[in-house]
Every structure is written in structure tokens, then in C-alpha cells.
């Protein structure tokens, strides 16, 4: 059995993955991996997602370098979605945040606040 | 604006949600959240996940008592997804453990090995 034979992908092929910090447990991102990223990433031990407008397996952050290093791959008790828990290079977010999950909803005022500090300007590095 | 209608649902009406511990930070659960269901988490501030085989908006863990009590509710980048940070009650996986991503894979043996404790047993429990 491979990893990624034991896994339910669904009807879309794309299986549901939390990016976790293995250090710190925190939530880096959300993203959905069809067979092929998966196996690249257990392949290199470096987080790949499917760019479906391109057609192709790319690693998560190449462009910047801002890439993440599997620690640890979990599983959840349906084997339909997965914690992929990583040494994240830099940051998650093409924003500049260490996290994708970088706002919180603010009920008394309807709106999101940001509750991090930007790690990174986005236009110095993807220019 | 309110926070549901912030959000883009995607074409199959379903939110992606990741519901992690707020106090630990470690990850409990992926579900996927119609904007009814939303709504009624942001009302009552416990969890609500629509059961597609039922067609209703339900409390998550109603039948056991293992509700999750909102305590923040974080948004990503893309407006697409969301991380809701809740106090969980005993345990969130339904076959006994408090995190639905109790398994780890072992690449030397190929299988799945278990790294966490039961919290409870399903049979006493559901039955």
C-alpha cells in the first residue's frame, strides 16, 4: 500500500489538505492536491499543488522560495482529507503573512481585523 | 456587509472550514459549510455543518454532547476558506479521539500508525 493509493479523493480527483506548522500546530493554508501533487510531495518531502491553469505539479512557493518541507503527513478517520505538518520557509501567504489565515472577523464593528504583522512585502518579492 | 455574505462559496455552494483548538492550536476537523449552516454557527455561536443525506443544518456533535463552541473566526486570503477556533467539548472525531487526524503515516512500514490516545468509546457513547 502507497500513501496515496489508501486515500479518497473524491469525485474531483482534488483531496482536501491543511498545511499545519509542525512547531507550532498553527494553520499556514488550505489547499486541494489531485494524485500526481500528492505524490511529488511524498516523492520530495516539499509541498506540491496542481496549477490548474497551467496543467501542471508545481512546488507550493517556488517562485519565492518561501517553500514548505513535510515534518509529518496525518490523516483523518474518513481517509478523505489531510494535515500536511511543515517547516515553512519564510511565509505562507503570497500577501506577506506568515499565515493565510491572517484576519479575524470583528462582530462589532462587520469587518475583518488583521491580527499578524506582515513578514514580507509582496511587491519586492514577486517583482 | 455581514461575514457570510463576505465570502465566496465557490460553484458548489460549499466553504471549506478548517475547525482548529483555540487554546492549542492543533487541528480538529475539515468540514465544508453551505452559507445556511454559516449562519446559524455565527448566530449561536456552536458549529453547524449542513448533512447533505438529511437536507438540514445541524449543531456538530449534537447527538454526543461533543459540541464546539466558536471563540474566533479567522478568514483567508482569498476570502475562500475560513478557520473557525473553537473550545472543543471531550473529543471531535466520532470514532473516539479528539482530533480527527490521530494517524500518521509511517513511510518505513507503509502504513498508518495511531499517535494519540482515545478520549472516548464510540459504542457507550452512539449507542
Given at each position: ?6 486515500l479518497?479523493?473524491g ?6 489538505v491543511?498545511?499545519?506548522d ?18 511529488k ?5 516539499i ?9 501542471v ?19 483523518n478517520c ?5 494535515e ?16 493565510c489565515y491572517y484576519r ?10 488583521e ?11 514577486y517583482?
Amino acid at each position: 500500500m502507497s500513501l496515496v493509493d489508501d486515500l479518497d479523493f473524491g469525485k474531483d480527483g482534488l483531496l482536501p489538505v491543511a498545511v499545519t506548522d509542525h512547531t507550532s500546530d498553527r494553520l499556514l493554508v488550505l489547499c486541494f492536491l489531485n494524485p500526481a501533487a500528492l505524490g511529488k510531495t511524498v516523492e520530495t518531502g516539499i509541498v506540491h499543488v496542481f496549477r490548474r491553469s497551467k496543467g501542471v505539479v508545481v512546488a507550493k512557493g517556488i517562485s519565492s522560495g518561501h517553500v514548505q518541507k513535510v515534518r509529518e503527513i496525518r490523516v483523518n478517520c474518513d481517509l478523505n482529507s489531510l494535515e500536511v505538518r511543515v517547516d515553512q520557509e519564510v511565509a505562507a501567504c503570497a500577501h506577506g503573512y506568515y499565515s493565510c489565515y491572517y484576519r479575524k472577523w470583528n462582530s462589532d464593528d462587520n469587518r475583518w481585523d488583521e491580527i499578524d504583522a506582515r513578514v514580507f512585502d509582496p511587491e519586492e518579492v514577486y517583482n
